[in-house]
């Protein structure tokens, strides 16, 4: 069964002169297990799209379904719940507590989600995979582009989410990097049995994916994706 799926969305902002259609008709489906890249160009709707996903917005027609449940059949308090408990976010904008150092981002994580974190170990395990064990005791600012990056993804991962939104998670990183945040990602959803979804236009990522989606202009199409 998909984990998460969109049937037939489309958004549409503003009115009037203003009225702009993002996404048109469009059809996603996820499964625990598999690594799905959606690649397009900027502006095509990947992060609106991903934001529909996530339930972070509403989209102007069509259904979102999380574990077969429509998300917008449930009430805020519910969807809040689902969101808090199922699905991880790495945005654009990373949205780290700019006043808590590193150590603390996950320690605000279990303030405001008490069960099913990662463990002490789990979490050492994260941080030296993603090479930032080191930087703990710093704060966001102090952090170059890419180093933010890895902390925003260790802590959308230390949630231990069934479902991984993520936007543009490579964008800052050096080819060695993305290997291994690719590696990464795959390996949460071959081990941890989770849906992993990324949006981007980081072509660097396409071997690590089992399914690839196209955004151009709103459409969505599925590509033929070479398994080896
Ligand atoms: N709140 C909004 N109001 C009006 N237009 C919007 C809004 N959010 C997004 N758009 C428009 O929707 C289109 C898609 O935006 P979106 O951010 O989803 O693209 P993207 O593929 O993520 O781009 P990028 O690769 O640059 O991040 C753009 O034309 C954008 O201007
Ligand atoms: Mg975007």
């Keep these: 069964m998909a984990v998460i799926e969109l049937k037939k969305i489309n958004k549409i902002f503003g009115s009037g002169i203003s009225r702009v259609h993002v996404l048109h008709d469009i059809d996603f489906s996820a499964n625990r297990g598999q690594l799905i890249l959606v690649v397009g160009p900027s502006g095509s709707g990947k992060s609106t799209f991903l934001t529909i996903a996530?339930?972070?917005?509403?989209?102007?027609?069509?259904?979102?379904?999380?574990?077969?449940?429509?998300?917008?059949?449930?009430?805020?308090?519910q969807r809040d719940k689902l969101r808090l408990n199922q699905i991880?976010?790495?945005?654009?904008?990373?949205?780290?507590?700019?006043?808590?150092?590193?150590?603390?981002?996950?320690?605000?994580?279990?303030?405001?989600?008490?069960?099913?974190?990662?463990n002490k170990e789990d979490l050492a395990g994260l941080l030296k995979q993603l090479g930032i064990s080191n930087l703990v005791d710093k704060f966001p600012g102090q952090l170059s582009g890419g180093q933010t990056?890895?902390?925003?993804?260790?802590?959308?991962?230390?949630?231990?989410?069934?479902?991984v939104l993520a936007d543009e998670p490579t964008?800052?990183?050096?080819?060695?990097?993305?290997?291994?945040?690719?590696?990464?990602?795959?390996?949460?959803?071959?081990?941890r049995d989770k849906a992993v979804v990324v949006v981007t236009h980081d072509t660097r990522l396409l071997e690590y994916a089992d399914k690839v989606y196209q955004i151009m202009d709103g459409k969505m199409t599925e590509s033929a994706k070479q398994t080896d």
Excluded: W
Excluded at 113 to 118: A, F, I, S, T, V
């Design 54 to 77: 996530g339930g972070l917005q509403t989209p102007t027609s069509g259904s979102v379904e999380v574990e077969g449940k429509a998300v917008e059949q449930l009430t805020k308090a």
């Design 88 to 118: 991880g976010f790495v945005l654009q904008s990373y949205n780290l507590v700019p006043y808590l150092k590193v150590k603390e981002q996950f320690e605000f994580v279990d303030k405001v989600k008490r069960q099913g974190n990662l």
């Design 149 to 163: 990056q890895r902390v925003a993804i260790a802590r959308a991962l230390y949630a231990n989410p069934d479902i």
């Design 171 to 191: 964008a800052a990183l050096d080819s060695q990097k993305v290997e291994e945040v690719g590696q990464l990602f795959q390996d949460l959803a071959k081990q």
